[in-house]
């Protein structure tokens, strides 16, 4: 498992700015993200997601673990099939942590409605490119671009989300 959250590290460094010594401590958006963290996070997660139980139509659980102006860094995990979304200023950079899941990026959502400004949810997506995803693997979806986790039934899946807001950096 170390294994498998030195690589996703590896992914995530050139696009976030770590905290690699004492001299950087304190420094407004500079984080460090260890496996410990990682494992602290997941198991909120996990208790999060046991207590919502199996009624819940979305079962989602989410922590953030770091952000600065325009970006901001979820560790999420979903216990099944949840919302299509677009977010109109946003890109994700979507990194698999454990499960499996299909990933459908592109295409139209379908029952599209409006959560908030600039953030379009769906039920699902239609004419997207699906792409299976496992531990390791990362999509970078584009702001203003439709997308959908799709997970198994009886199934969970925990990922990155690494969020960054183009009108935030302007």
């Known amino acids: 498992m170390r294994t498998l959250f030195i690589l996703i590290l590896s992914m995530i460094i050139p696009v976030v700015s ?50 600065d102006e325009g970006y901001n860094l979820f560790l999420v995990l979903r216990g099944n099939t949840g ?10 950079l979507h990194t698999a942590v454990a499960g499996k ?10 029952n599209e409605f409006e959560l908030s400004p600039g953030q379009m949810r769906g ?17 970078n979806i584009p702001a203003n671009v439709a997308h959908h986790v799709v997970v198994a039934a009886g199934e969970q899946y925990m990922y990155f989300v690494y969020q960054v807001d183009s009108e935030k950096l302007k």
Do not use: C, W
């Not at 909120?44 to 953030?64: K, P």
């Open 18 to 67: 770590f905290a690699q010594s004492s001299s950087n401590e304190g420094t407004a958006g500079v984080f460090k993200l260890t496996p410990e963290i990682i494992d602290d996070v997941s198991t909120r997660l996990q208790a999060q997601i046991a207590e919502q139980g199996d009624a819940v139509m979305e079962s989602l659980a989410f922590e953030l673990i770091g952000s």
């Open 83 to 92: 919302t299509s979304e677009i977010h109109t200023t946003v890109s994700d």
């Open 101 to 110: 899941a299909t990933l459908v990026v592109g295409g139209e959502l379908v």
């Open 123 to 139: 039920t699902s997506v239609k004419g997207g490119t699906e792409y299976s995803l496992r531990a390791g693997d990362a999509v």
